[in-house]
């Protein structure tokens, strides 16, 4: 499975001080909440995003305002 650049970057921005496991656990968590195909910033739990740049968190509204149009348009 793979990551959009968003949640990378919200990933690589956070400073992960639970280490291994919390990184384990985050990813696990992701996998759960994703649609299969990618992992987004949405699929992330909040407090990795807040530890991230206002850059991931502009484009994490981007996909969750992506992903409203497609339930429209579905």
Known sequence: M???SCAMQAMRSYDWPGNVRELKS???SAVHFSDGKKITSNDLPQYILDGGSDLVRTEQLIEKSSMTEDLYLD
């Open 26 to 28: 985050v990813l696990e």
């Open 2 to 4: 793979a990551l959009t």
